[in-house]
């Protein structure tokens, strides 16, 4: 007897249906893509017990007529291609033809349909064979119910979670095709409860608040790229809509939802030093590529692609979500009467503990800074008392009026109708960053030497990382030699760099340098993120007027940042509206 043998009609579609068909999830997916591809405007989804027991997907698309209705049942039907040669130019989010077979080969299906030359027809499935036929009055467009998910596979069903874990898969699945069709009203109903909605009309933005709420649709920036034959479009989430994990990110390519670790990583990457240890950015983005330029068939769900050029779609990528995150960071700044750029001129800060001199250059008395205020009783010598021309017109001749200093750790700056708060750490800290990192690419990094080496002992791993990098630490503009017995002498630091401290950010530099698994770009850029944080102004420190001046200008004068380089924002603005309504002023 032969050992090899034909697998019965049956047993090959519940193979398949193990592919296609991963949990209910997977069915709604499926038959909402299938409600697009035929052109619908309009689509419901309902589930109920997170979609193990009922799912049903409603659409006013072009429906079908009774003959195609059940043939669309059989493996491999497909209205969307016809030769091998269609493969390379697949403009429809389904076309392998073996969703609806592998969904029917594992559940209890009714369909009804009706196209607009035709007579509805209700079609009824049991494990993949028709059960019953009728004709149906019904308006155009398709229905399809799903009941008994894997009722003839209980080995599937051991595989699925609770109905509260399924729903929320479900849910996700729903989410993505809101963002992904924002053309398309779509209303999700679960367990009898209406649970999102979205009127369509192709408002992007839209979609984001139906998903995600306004919180989101407020914090989010437009992008739009075309170039090199790829056009790039969507928002990227300001820094503080990151979240713990990836699952506030979408794709999609030529309008399918695609899951691709390469564009995920370049969205990611333009987001370096704005973003805090951890968190991950928000993002909605729409590719439109040709395509014959890409494959979506090297996985039975269509969500993973591969690209002929991916390193050009991934550089669109890039500069998209970069371009629109500095245009964002200069929101505030284009508020103000911007300074004329004058680089990098980071001020040292160098006796921080200074009081404020309370006169403007004008003459005319300010309010008391805040930072100069001593002590509670405390005598004040540089405190000049209050006069009558207190009332009188502040100096905003630079497109603002600093208000003060308080907690000697934020700046009050008032310009227009808002008051925005600097902190001072963070924004002296991403100053240093910009200028460290612009002079080591252009190899001119300042560096001053110490009046007496400093000794530094280290451990011997310490010793080991630091022997092997000291080309790097050079670059960074420190001298070091070996000085035996696992110890260095320190001869020079970056001009920033003070010999205060000096030890332990030589072992936090090691610790970066050393750091496993990351690429040379990614250690140096922290390691200057280390040079930058120690060698920046700290909080508690007072500062002299002339040396918040000069921070504010660098500030506002260096276009697309506003965080430091750990991702805490520099400024956040408070509106005279919002304190308006703090006050009762208005309601």
């Known amino acids: 007897m032969s050992k090899i043998h034909v697998l019965t009609p049956e047993v090959s579609n519940k193979i398949a249906a193990g592919e296609v068909v991963e949990n209910p999830a997977s069915v709604v997916k499926e038959l909402i893509e299938n409600a697009v591809d035929a052109g619908a405007t309009s689509i419901t989804a309902e589930i109920k017990n997170g979609g193990v027991s009922y799912i049903r997907i409603t659409d006013n698309g072009f429906g079908m007529s009774a003959e195609d209705a059940k043939t669309a049942f059989t493996r491999h039907a497909t209205s969307k291609i016809s030769t091998a040669e269609d493969l390379e130019e697949i403009a429809t989010l389904g076309f392998r033809g073996e969703a609806l077979a592998s969904i029917a080969a594992v559940s209890n299906i009714a369909l009804m349909t009706k196209s607009a030359e035709g007579e509805g027809v209700a079609l009824t499935l049991s494990g993949g064979n028709i059960t019953d036929e ?156 040709p395509r014959g330029s890409v494959d979506v068939n090297v996985h039975p769900t269509k969500q993973e692609v591969k690209f002929a050029n991916e390193r050009a779609v991934c550089d669109e990528v890039y500069w998209a979500v970069k371009s629109a995150l500095q245009s964002g960071a200069d929101t505030l700044r284009r508020e103000i009467q911007t300074p004329a750029k004058h680089g990098f001129s980071v001020p040292s800060l160098a006796e921080p503990h200074r009081q404020l001199p309370l006169t403007a250059s004008g003459g005319a008395v300010q309010l008391p800074v805040f930072a100069a205020l001593a002590e509670e009783g405390e005598a004040n010598p540089d405190v000049s008392e209050p006069t009558a021309q207190t009332s009188a017109p502040q100096d905003f001749s630079r497109g603002y009026r600093v208000a003060g200093q308080f907690f000697d750790t934020y700046i009050a700056v008032e310009t227009g109708e808002k008051i925005i708060l600097i902190d001072q750490h963070a924004a002296h800290e991403r100053m240093i960053f910009e200028r460290l990192v612009k002079a080591a690419n252009e190899h001119t990094v300042a560096a001053q030497t110490l009046l007496s080496p400093a000794a530094v002992t280290l451990s011997p791993k310490e010793y080991g990382v630091l022997r092997e990098n000291l080309e790097v630490f050079a670059e960074l503009g420190f001298e070091i030699e070996e000085f035996g017995n696992n110890s260095i002498l320190v001869r020079q630091t970056p001009e920033a760099v003070g010999e205060e401290g000096l030890k332990a950010l030589i072992e936090e530099l090691i610790e970066k340098i050393g750091k496993p698994g990351a690429a040379m770009t990614e250690r140096r850029a922290a390691m200057l993120e280390s040079v930058s944080c120690k060698a920046a102004v700290k909080g508690g420190s007072r500062l002299h007027e002339s040396e918040i001046t000069a921070l504010i200008d660098d500030v506002l004068s260096t276009d697309g940042v506003s965080t430091c380089p750990h991702g805490r924002p520099l400024m956040v603005d408070l509106t005279k509206r919002e304190l308006e309504k703090r006050f009762k002023r208005i309601v």
Do not use: W
């Open 134 to 289: 009728q004709a149906a009055g019904c308006p155009n467009g398709t229905t399809v119910a799903v009941r008994d998910l894997f009722f003839n596979t209980p080995a599937r069903m051991k595989f699925l979670k609770t109905d509260k874990t399924e729903t929320a898969r479900v849910t996700d699945i729903v989410e993505r095709l809101i963002l992904g069709n924002p053309r398309i009203a779509l209303k999700y109903i679960t367990d009898g409860k209406e649970r999102l909605f979205y009127g369509g009309g192709g408002d992007l933005k839209a979609c984001v608040y139906s998903v995600y709420g306004r919180d989101y649709a407020n914090g989010v920036l437009p992008l739009s790229r075309g170039q090199n034959n790829v056009a790039v479009s969507g928002f990227a989430g300001k820094a503080e809509l990151a979240r713990g994990n990836r699952s506030f990110q979408s794709i999609f390519l030529n309008g399918r939802y695609v899951k691709n670790r390469a564009l995920t990583y370049a969205a990611e990457a333009a987001y370096n030093h704005t973003l805090m240890s951890g968190k991950f950015p928000f993002f909605v983005l729409h590719l439109d590529v």
